[in-house]
């Protein structure tokens, strides 16, 4: 399909962007890494009246450290993020879920804040950053916000920004020493959206943060799993209520070629195997 008709901006700066994007409202979308956007621009499912193009805004694709918090800008490609070493070093939840991130050429041009904005609740990153304790910075004409990453996920392709903002960074705290993670994911072939999937991170003084993909509206942490698993001896095999706390944490949707049933027994799967090899997996 052809794309429908819109009018364009490169801004040269970060204030002339925002100002941009406050003056059209609603009828502005940012234009990172396009991946997502211009699929659906093709499928008539955007029709801004203005694309906003954000590519050259340097100081938006920065990683660094500060103290124990990590900032990501919004600009930052997925290889970028993968072959990070401060990632690497100090979030390495990402490092383990990007490869399974679509493909080499997506991975090539996509960014981590579009990502986010577009929240795709079978997306690998938002899950991560959830799971992590991230926190997002949000700019506008008006002045900067955070909010936290479970927040600032509302629901099926939505997100808690306003009309005139944009995504600047994420800042995520480096993972405490002790903390152990894994994430795994089921999908028909590599590259696609996974039916289910599960990013987890356990510290030694909290209970598992558990965030599953493909499996609700939104990624949420699964706070009734987490809880029920709270003290379990490992390895887990058969654990009574466990499909009982995940249908409450849960809500899958029924889907052509995959049912709700279904994207419920692979999250009881994922919850075996990712939280049975985190045990074997060195902790920080």
Request: aromatic residues 6%; charged residues 20%; negative net charge.
């Amino acid at each position: 399909m052809k794309y429908p008709d819109f009018a364009y901006v490169r801004p040269a700066s970060l204030g002339e962007a925002l100002d941009c994007l406050q003056k059209y409202g609603d009828s502005a979308i940012p234009l990172a890494g396009g991946q997502s956007l211009l699929a659906t621009l093709a499928m008539r499912l955007s029709s801004p009246e203005i694309l906003v193009d954000i590519t050259g805004l340097t100081e938006l694709s920065e990683i660094a450290r500060e103290g124990d918090t990590i900032r990501i800008g919004a600009l930052v490609k997925h290889v970028q993020l993968l072959q990070s070493p401060i990632v690497r070093g100090a979030t390495p939840l990402f490092t383990a879920a990007l490869p399974h991130v679509a493909h080499v050429a997506i991975r090539n041009r996509g960014t981590f804040g579009g990502s986010l904005a577009f929240a795709d609740p079978a997306a690998e990153l938002p899950a991560c950053l959830v799971a992590l304790g991230g926190t997002l910075v949000l700019g506008s004409s008006a002045g900067r916000r955070e909010i936290g990453a479970e927040d600032f996920f509302t629901g099926l392709l939505e997100t808690d920004l306003r009309p005139g903002e944009l995504i600047l960074e994420a800042r995520v705290p480096a993972q405490a020493p002790g903390s152990r993670w894994n994430f795994s994911e089921l999908s028909r072939r590599h590259g696609d959206f996974p039916l289910a999937g599960l990013a987890a991170v356990m510290s030694p003084m909290s209970e598992a943060r558990l965030v599953y993909l493909g499996c609700a509206d939104r990624p949420k942490l699964a706070t009734a799993t987490a809880g029920m698993l709270r003290g379990a001896s490992y390895p887990l095999k058969d654990v009574p209520g466990l499909a009982a706390a995940l249908a409450e944490d849960l809500d899958p949707a029924d889907t052509p070629g995959c049912s709700a049933e279904t994207r419920l027994q692979l999250a009881g799967t994922l919850t075996y195997r990712v939280l049975n090899d985190l045990q074997e997996i060195p902790a920080r």
